[in-house]
């Protein structure tokens, strides 16, 4: 003998069920968005510290030409 549900009691179940997996995807989303937000901001960070020493080591020696022969 099966057991057989009525679908009207079926389909809330589906529909509750579609409405969790939803919401999931929407945070796995949100996440993702947090975490390549985060590593970009760390990234542009370690690129300021890497142009602050070039920009410290890179410095040419001034100087100024007095006259022309």
Same mark, same amino acid.
């Given at each position: 003998?099966?057991?057989?549900?009525? $679908? #009207? /009691? !079926? %389909?809330?179940? @589906?529909?509750?069920?579609?409405? %969790?997996?939803? $919401? !999931?995807?929407?945070k796995? $989303?949100?996440?993702?968005? $947090?975490?390549?937000?985060? =590593? =970009?901001? /760390?990234? =542009?960070? %370690?690129?300021e510290? @890497?142009? =602050?020493?070039?920009? /410290?080591? #890179?410095?040419e020696?001034? @100087?100024? !030409? !007095? #006259? /022309?022969?």
């Amino acid at each position: 003998m099966e057991i057989v549900e009525p $679908e #009207s /009691e !079926v %389909q809330p179940e @589906v529909e509750k069920l579609t409405k %969790q997996i939803k $919401e !999931v995807k929407e945070k796995i $989303e949100t996440l993702e968005k $947090e975490k390549y937000g985060k =590593a =970009a901001i /760390e990234l =542009a960070k %370690q690129l300021e510290n @890497v142009n =602050a020493e070039e920009e /410290e080591t #890179s410095e040419e020696p001034y @100087v100024e !030409v !007095v #006259s /022309e022969i």
